[in-house]
């Protein structure tokens, strides 16, 4: 009798293809693979079976011996094989049938989707509790055998992570924060492990983003309930605890920053609550000194929270002056008088984040004396001679420590002139094609000297002088500087007097703030100060009030152009304010002299 392995070798085939043996199909498929939502991941899971040393030849088994009627070989296959042993690429029927059932044993119940509403977050925060304490009673009963805990802390992760979505419904945040839950996630910023709790901060950054669509109270419930559970004491010991040479904990700090830029960027009272945690501030005032080969992420972003942090409160900025931040940060800045950072990189944007910092600091009395103190006058008027990238932030630098009606602000004035600023200063004003916010900065440093330094004192002689020099030729590119503003300003100034017409008084008013944004736009402050400026000129020399008339009689102007714009700011003026009151008399005596 001819043999199953003569058949193949008759056939040609150079070997044959070895199977495992034949399986009950219930038995293939009992282990499904499922993931979190029941639903298989894959088709099936073989399990792992005791094979035989010897292999099990393919086909049917070989007829008794001496059975020479016995038919043997392969069945033929049917002619119509729609719906065979073929069907669907090898997979019969019923077996199909099988695997669909694996994949979703209750189509209706799938299809359905998940429900976000109380129901389901009670749910979630009673499963999330229990992850919590049993990983913690495991922890403590096997603290030196992490074999035993390591499943619980998986478990943990998972749950963790699984919150993420609640950052797509904060409607839940208020009742999320009351359960209690918001003040567990913010307890596993202390856990041993550090993976869960860079895991608990990258949460907490997701569910207090803004670009989350979530209203005032609701936001506020939740940052409420996560402070009052000392969550900036816990991303400090983080930021401690972390080492910035791992990545993982490189990201940590990273989503760290990103929760303080989010509880800074959500509202005023919470930035000052923020700024008031010394721990936190000094450690950003350490990060972004620490040297590094290039400016890294977190370097930046540190410079970044802090120029947030004195963006959004006056009481944040005297804060940090008392930290000697901008002592601090002058120090850094100094660096690039004559380098650059590399364009568009992290380090261009961390010499822009310094600056922003330094500018808004300086705009507090506090904050200008400890600007001249470390010599940031200096530096400035360095870096406007010989600074690239670094000049126009030194210019807006110097305008802001410059500007109000302080004592402080006039020891700002006094240093510039003491220092030799006038040539390095005018030298600028000068120069031809300046764009805008040069000028404006420029004509906004002339602004408040003429207006804070002392009368008869020898710095404002000095500076009364630059104006008078060479035949009045900065205060005739003062005056053309005018003539530039006003008339773009009365071009937009045309066109909405067009669109008022016909309008009714309410919606005049809905369209006011439009309006003088669009006045803004053409350079409204440019041309006020610029006022102020030849304002002053007019009352202090008469060589100057002559020779702005005459430009001004070029046009058919008077001095009455000048004094309407002094007037506009007069009535724009808020009276109860104590700057604005010091402002307001100011003006009026000025229009006095344009009479």
């Given at each position: 009798m001819t043999s199953i392995d003569e058949l193949f070798k008759a056939s040609g085939v150079g070997s044959k293809r070895k199977l495992e043996p034949l399986r009950d199909p219930n038995e293939i498929y009992k282990s499904p693979r499922l993931t979190s939502n029941g639903k298989s991941s894959r088709h099936a899971r073989v399990e792992?079976?005791?094979?035989?040393?010897?292999?099990?030849?393919?086909?049917?088994?070989?007829?008794?011996?001496?059975?020479?009627?016995?038919?043997?070989?392969?069945?033929?296959?049917?002619?119509?094989?729609?719906?065979?042993?073929?069907?669907?690429?090898g997979v019969t029927a019923q077996e199909n049938d099988l695997l669909d059932y694996v994949d979703d044993p209750d189509p209706s119940e799938s299809a359905a989707p998940e429900k976000y509403d109380s129901a389901w977050l009670r749910r979630t925060v009673i499963n999330f509790e229990k992850r919590i304490n049993k990983n913690a009673e495991l922890r403590a009963k096997f603290?030196?055998?992490?074999?035993?805990?390591?499943?619980?802390?998986?478990?943990?992760?998972?749950d963790i992570k699984a919150l993420s979505i609640l950052s797509e419904h904060p409607d839940l945040y208020p009742e999320f924060a009351k359960l209690g839950s918001a003040g567990s996630l913010v307890g596993l910023l202390a856990h041993e492990n550090t993976d869960i709790a860079i895991d608990a901060v990258e949460i907490i950054n997701e569910l207090t983003d803004e670009e989350v669509a979530a209203e005032d109270d609701q936001w506020n419930a939740l940052v409420d309930a996560f402070l009052e559970a000392d969550l900036l004491g816990l991303l400090v010991s983080n930021f401690e605890r972390l080492d910035e040479e791992q990545e993982v904990d490189r990201n940590g700090?990273?989503?760290a920053l990103g929760v303080i830029e989010n509880l800074c960027s959500g509202r005023t009272t919470t930035a000052e609550q923020v700024a008031e945690n010394d721990?936190?501030?000094?450690?950003?005032?350490?990060?972004?000194?620490?040297?590094?080969?290039?400016?890294?992420?977190?370097?930046?972003?540190?410079?970044?929270?802090?120029?947030?942090?004195?963006?959004?409160?006056?009481?944040?900025?005297r804060k940090l002056a008392s930290l000697d931040a901008t002592d601090i940060m002058l120090q850094l800045v100094a660096s690039y008088r004559k380098r650059d950072p590399e364009k568009g990189g992290e380090e261009e944007e961390y010499m822009e984040n310094l600056f922003e910092a330094l500018t808004c600091i300086v705009d507090e009395p506090e904050g200008k004396t400890k600007f001249v103190e470390a010599e940031g006058v200096e530096l400035c008027l360095i870096m406007l001679k010989e600074g690239k990238m670094s000049k126009p932030a030194a210019l807006r630098l110097l305008d802001h420590a410059t500007g109000g009606s302080s004592q402080a602000g006039?020891?700002?004035?006094?240093?510039?002139?003491?220092?030799?600023?006038?040539?390095?200063?005018?030298t600028l004003f000068m120069k031809k094609n300046n764009d805008s916010q040069t000028t404006e900065h420029l004509i906004g440093i002339f602004g408040s000297m003429l207006r804070l330094l002392p009368a008869d004192s020898a710095e404002r002689i000095r500076t009364l002088a630059k104006f008078v020099e060479k035949d009045y030729?900065?205060?005739?590119?003062?005056?053309?500087?005018?003539?530039?503003?006003?008339?773009?300003?009365?071009?937009?100034?045309?066109?909405?007097?067009?669109?008022?017409?016909?309008?009714?008084?309410?919606?005049?008013?809905?369209?006011?703030d439009e309006w003088f944004s669009r006045r803004l736009d053409a350079g409204l402050f440019c041309l006020?100060?610029?006022?102020?400026?030849?304002a002053w000129l007019v009352a202090e020399d008469g060589g100057a009030r002559k020779t702005i008339q005459e430009l001004l009689a070029d046009r058919d102007e008077t001095l009455g152009v000048i004094r309407e714009t002094?007037?506009?700011?007069?009535?724009?003026?808020?009276?109860?304010?104590?700057?604005?009151?010091?402002?307001?008399?100011?003006?009026?005596?000025?229009?006095?002299f344009l009479q």
């Open positions: 792992d079976e005791a094979t035989n040393d010897n292999d099990v030849e393919a086909g049917p088994a070989p007829p008794a011996e001496g059975d020479e009627n016995e038919d043997y070989g392969p069945d033929l296959p049917p002619d119509d094989d729609e719906e065979g042993r073929f069907y669907g690429s603290e030196d055998q992490p074999q035993k805990f390591i499943s619980s802390e998986a478990d943990l992760d998972a700090v990273y989503y721990k936190l501030l000094k450690w950003l005032l350490r990060r972004i000194q620490i040297k590094e080969k290039t400016v890294s992420q977190n370097k930046q972003y540190a410079a970044e929270v802090l120029a947030i942090l004195v963006q959004t409160s006056s009481k944040n900025r006039m020891e700002v004035c006094q240093r510039i002139v003491e220092a030799g600023g006038l040539k390095n200063i005018f030729e900065k205060t005739q590119k003062l005056v053309k500087l005018r003539r530039e503003y006003a008339t773009r300003l009365s071009s937009v100034d045309e066109a909405i007097r067009a669109e008022q017409s016909g309008m009714s008084a309410e919606e005049k008013e809905e369209m006011a006020q100060t610029l006022d102020v400026v030849l002094l007037q506009e700011q007069i009535d724009g003026i808020d009276a109860e304010d104590a700057d604005g009151k010091d402002t307001r008399e100011m003006l009026t005596t000025l229009v006095e």
